[in-house]
């Protein structure tokens, strides 16, 4: 009898861990940097189901090594295209494919989960430095079958100063010391032909 039970038991905490599973199709997230100084564009990826997606959710960014902490709600609308930059492996992650009891799926740079990604909706991040960074995207990344997370959507990401968006940097004042004591040279020198 207890094995009946047990069985039973099992059956169901099983298919119940795979209906949850199913409810959630965020399964992709990847970045790029941003159009100004210190801006990167965070993306999730989701496939279809029918019509066009909004947005929906928040992502969180919390400095590991460098000072930083922020939330922002997705904001850039829902394309159907995959964003321009997005590299599968190498700034572009996918949740894992294996299904078990657990929700926490690991980061793989398989695109064909689940079919691929269709949707893709983003949000830009401003003031950011090299560093490393915990993000958190998971029980915030959307509330509906749309765009809720596959996985636990939570990792570590280091971004480099090539990962940070373009602009123009404001030169360091070693930097613009070294151009002066550069110019008053090259007019010394000037200085010192024309006297001869």
Request: proline share 4%.
């Amino acid at each position: 009898m207890f094995t009946k039970k047990a069985i039973t038991l099992a059956l169901a905490c099983g298919l119940g861990s795979l209906s949850a599973g199913a409810l959630a199709h965020t399964t992709s997230i990847g970045f790029v940097p941003g159009s100004s100084f210190g801006d990167v564009t965070f993306w999730t990826g989701s496939y279809s189901h029918g019509g066009t997606p909004v947005n929906e959710g928040t992502l969180t960014l919390t400095g590991v090594d460098v000072t930083y902490n922020q939330t922002l709600a997705f904001n850039i609308t829902p394309t159907s295209t995959k964003p321009t930059g997005l590299v599968d492996g190498t700034n572009n992650f996918y949740w894992g494919s294996t299904f078990g009891s657990s929700l926490d799926k690991t980061l793989t740079s398989d695109p064909l989960i689940s079919g691929g990604v269709v949707w893709w909706q983003g949000v830009t991040f401003s003031g950011l430095v090299a560093g490393t960074y915990d993000f958190t995207c998971g029980a915030t990344c959307g509330t509906t079958a749309q765009w809720a997370s596959w996985g636990s959507g939570t990792g570590q990401l280091t971004l480099t100063a090539q990962d940070i968006g373009g602009g123009t940097p404001v030169p360091e004042p070693g930097t613009l010391g070294l151009l002066a004591l550069g110019l008053v040279g090259v007019a010394a020198a000037r200085r010192h032909r024309a006297a001869s």
